[in-house]
């Protein structure tokens, strides 16, 4: 199945533009975009061997080339190369605008673009310009980034759809399925054959794109994981920030109390300078909160790349459930299998190797907890069609409670170029166009959402917070660092997501491994699974993140794990080398 024709034309009319581009000269090695850094992007710019333009068309063909396997993005800038044109006669008139001048990043679609449309997957969004950029992206612009795509995502950031019909990951009305390109097939599984990955994509946010180098990097959002867990699917970096250390203005919300965007590349160094671009030199006053944390000295955060940044470093592993399964009122939760446990012990080895002092186990309170009551584990999210209003004590409102309140605070925000004015307006335009396909998978958290009262839910919703903050922060993460004296906690794959995104502290993953990809019920005889990637996390407290890019940059060029996609290489260079220890002068 080919992408959405909205896309696929697009592109292929960028990439016709191509024949009559002005190349290299012939006697330039040709410049492989496949794996490279921004560093060495931006190095082949300053040396005068690319162009920004060049660099753009290279991109542009890998998308024209791989994007009808990956359905990586929902649409493309069709500006891109007048742009960096324009970034190019800056360049050369003397004006870098910084790291990012002339490197094409995609962003999640939605987050606010006025030059592309920002449509949330949603087909009533489809071809919607917002009156206003996001902060994020006009941070982004203004350090000279090309904003090349809007890339693929769960509609609306998977807050439509829930139990008893779950959206898969990656689907929206309007480009459909998003593929991992570690296994770029559709579920062959009687009842899972509708077109869905064989290989999870993630969350919500897409990092098809990113791994597949169709741009240098991405940006995702995440509420309670969907930065994080794409990245582990895509064998990428991901860094979850601090709550609104990035603000959150010009990004569609689920709940402002816990969304957050963040970069996803494909090194921990790419992460951290699309980390500074996209934080603000000042807080902004269209998000109160974005004062929280200081930004370091020229919101640079490279000079945290530290190879030697393990050495003495205190790192907690906890093992109960990330590792072992733990009792909670007679049910077993958590544990790892066996491929799994292996590279976690492997990835705690190099730790050691590299200097740290590994507390082995360092538990959380909130995760040995035997009451339910008290175990953050079984302190679950309000987020299925059975968790409506009279069935919801026992989990949490804050996510159907926030998307009320704040999707429809950003749906005025828009003001009259808006498709729909309210949440419920929205559910009753799917509910039309159900034949054109607006709803798929049905609208569960819309509906269980729609029905929260913004003010008479108001005390629920605070309580329920604050017990989010006991369990994930007072008797969490702030207890395991400081009863141990930590600098960070170390857990496996994606698991470490959910708690920093309850907690909204930072979070970063590092490539690391694979493991079978072996669900239940199984694949049907015959068909091979590809491995899927699997990575490690470091959970720090609030506004850690120099010293957590610290750690994640040292155990990165300790290990160098990542690995390309194959099938998807195009190389006429060195693509799928390996790396030796990055420079970070």
């Known amino acids: 199945m080919k992408p959405a024709p909205r896309v696929w034309l697009t592109v292929v009319a960028l990439a016709a533009a191509l024949a009559g581009c002005q190349s290299p000269s012939a006697d330039a090695a040709p410049f492989d975009v496949v794996e490279a850094t921004i560093p060495e992007m931006r190095a082949a710019m300053e040396s005068g061997r690319l162009t920004s333009r060049q660099l753009v068309m290279e991109h542009l063909a890998r998308i024209a080339r791989y994007e009808w396997q990956l359905n990586a993005a929902v649409s493309i800038n069709p500006n891109a190369l007048e742009e960096a044109e324009a970034l190019d006669a800056e360049r050369a008139a003397g004006n870098v605008r910084g790291p990012l001048h002339g490197i094409p990043v995609a962003l999640k679609d939605n987050i606010h673009t006025t030059h592309i449309p920002t449509t949330g997957g949603?087909?009533?969004?489809?071809?919607?310009?917002?009156?206003?950029?996001?902060?994020?992206t006009a941070n982004l612009r203004e350090a000279g980034a090309i904003i090349i795509a809007k890339a693929g995502l769960t509609e609306f950031a998977n807050f439509m759809a829930g139990p008893p019909n779950q959206m898969p990951g990656n689907y929206n009305a309007l480009t459909?399925?998003?593929?991992?390109?570690?296994?770029p097939r559709r579920d062959p599984r009687e009842?899972?054959?509708?077109?869905?990955?064989?290989?999870?994509?993630?969350?919500?946010?897409?990092?098809?794109?990113?791994?597949?180098?169709?741009?240098?990097?991405?940006?995702?959002?995440?509420?309670?994981?969907?930065?994080?867990?794409?990245?582990?699917?895509?064998?990428?970096v991901g860094i979850r920030p601090t709550m609104a250390r990035v603000s959150r203005w010009g990004v569609a919300p689920v709940t402002l109390d816990h969304d957050m965007a963040g970069p996803m590349a494909r090194t921990v160094t790419d992460a951290a300078i699309m980390l500074g671009a996209m934080e603000g030199a000042e807080p902004d006053p269209n998000d109160a909160a974005t004062g929280r944390c200081e930004a370091p000295p020229g919101r640079d955060y490279t000079p945290f790349l530290n190879a030697d940044g393990l050495e003495g470093a205190r790192i907690g592993i906890p093992r109960a459930f990330y590792h072992e399964p733990v009792d909670v009122g007679g049910r077993s939760i958590g544990g790892l299998g066996e491929e799994a446990a292996a590279l976690m012990a492997e990835a705690v080895a190099v730790l050691e190797a590299e200097g740290a002092v590994v507390v082995d186990p360092a538990e959380i309170p909130s995760f040995v907890d035997p009451d339910p009551d008290g175990n953050f584990n079984t302190w679950s999210l309000c987020i299925g069609g059975h968790q409506a209003k009279g069935a919801d004590e026992g989990c949490s409102v804050n996510f159907k409670y926030g998307m009320k309140r704040d999707f429809d605070a950003w749906l005025a925000s828009l003001g009259p170029s808006a498709p729909v004015t309210t949440l419920t307006e929205l559910r009753e335009w799917n509910l039309a166009h159900r034949d054109a396909g607006s709803m798929k998978y049905e609208q569960s958290r819309y509906d269980i959402s729609d029905e929260m009262d913004v003010e008479a839910d108001r005390a629920r919703n605070a309580a329920d917070m604050a017990k989010d903050s006991?369990?994930?922060?007072?008797?969490?993460?702030?207890?395991?660092?400081?009863?141990?004296?930590?600098?960070?906690?170390?857990?496996?794959?994606?698991?470490?997501?959910?708690?920093?995104?309850?907690?909204?502290?930072?979070?970063?993953?590092?490539?690391?491994?694979?493991?079978?990809?072996?669900?239940?019920?199984?694949?049907?005889?015959?068909?091979?699974?590809?491995?899927?990637?699997?990575?490690?996390?470091?959970?720090?407290?609030?506004?850690?993140?120099?010293?957590l890019i610290e750690l994640a940059y040292a155990f990165e060029q300790a290990t160098l794990r990542r690995v390309a996609p194959e099938g998807f290489r195009m190389s006429r260079g060195r693509a799928g080398a390996p790396r030796s220890r990055e420079s970070t002068g």
């Open 191 to 236: 009842d899972r054959d509708d077109g869905r990955p064989a290989l999870s994509t993630g969350g919500s946010s897409s990092g098809i794109g990113t791994a597949t180098s169709f741009w240098a990097a991405n940006v995702g959002t995440d509420t309670g994981g969907s930065i994080i867990s794409p990245s582990n699917a895509n064998m990428l």
């Open 122 to 136: 949603s087909l009533a969004f489809e071809g919607y310009y917002p009156p206003y950029e996001a902060t994020l």
């Open 176 to 183: 459909g399925y998003g593929l991992n390109p570690y296994d």
């Open 470 to 547: 006991l369990l994930s922060q007072a008797r969490g993460i702030d207890a395991v660092l400081a009863e141990y004296e930590l600098d960070a906690i170390f857990t496996p794959g994606s698991r470490g997501a959910g708690l920093a995104a309850r907690a909204r502290y930072p979070h970063i993953v590092v490539p690391f491994g694979f493991v079978a990809n072996a669900p239940t019920p199984p694949f049907p005889e015959g068909f091979d699974a590809r491995p899927a990637p699997f990575g490690v996390g470091f959970t720090g407290t609030a506004c850690s993140e120099p010293r």
